[in-house]
């Protein structure tokens, strides 16, 4: 996924700091993310990376530093959280669908209430994405009739129903079985094929090493690296990015 030359920063992370109960959690982060690009956040269990995409899409406040989105500073008192998370889409580990709706009502509840768009084409846009994802068959199902891996899909479709700018992803395989964990991943692949503004927190290596532009490692709420996906796996500069890697390789 080249990144064009014509280059435009969509979101701009300066100096961010995030603490719970004075414990630091965020250190200084700063990261520029383009247009277009595939970011991905890789690190041990409790270094940040998933409070750092809360922060992002306002779910956790934080205690210094900008988010700046198109230039809009996300980390101020005023912002109507409301609005930009319509244009920063998340999906979660969970796949937090309502159990009463079916799969179609759970993706048009966002386009209906929160956006107020007609019926009619937010549900065409709902049912051309479910098609995307190899799920249209499914649109009248409810959850408990679903597979992990299919209830995951419908999570990141009710996501881009939303049309949003950017996309974070915060370990969306974690609760999936194996079988079921490549059927979600080729969705984000397809994503970054047209284009799609990525943050994506995984433990998936193969994955992040296929789906990124830019590989970003943090350690104790810094980031200690950032460099191209081949250039990490195969040559990281830092010693702890190479005791983290380490652990994936295994020897008889």
Known sequence: MAISEQTQILLAIQNLHKEYDGVTVLDGISLNIQKGEVVVVLGPSGCGKSTLLRCLNGLEPVQGGEIRFHGENLAASNVNWQEFRQKIGMVFQSYDLFPHMTVLENVLLGPLKVQKRARKEAQEQAEQ????????????????????GQKQRIAIVRALCMNPEMMLFDEVTAALDPEMVREVLDVILGLARQGMTMLIVTHEMGFAQAVADR??????????????????????????????????????
Do not use: M, W
């Open 129 to 148: 994405l479910l098609d995307r994802v190899g799920l249209r068959d499914r649109k009248n199902a409810y959850p408990r009739q679903l597979s992990g």
């Open 215 to 252: 590989i970003v490692f943090i350690d104790q709420g810094k980031i200690c690296e950032t460099a191209r996906p081949d250039e990490f796996f195969t040559s990281p500069r830092t010693e702890r990015a190479q005791q983290f890697l380490n652990i994936f390789h295994y020897e008889k």
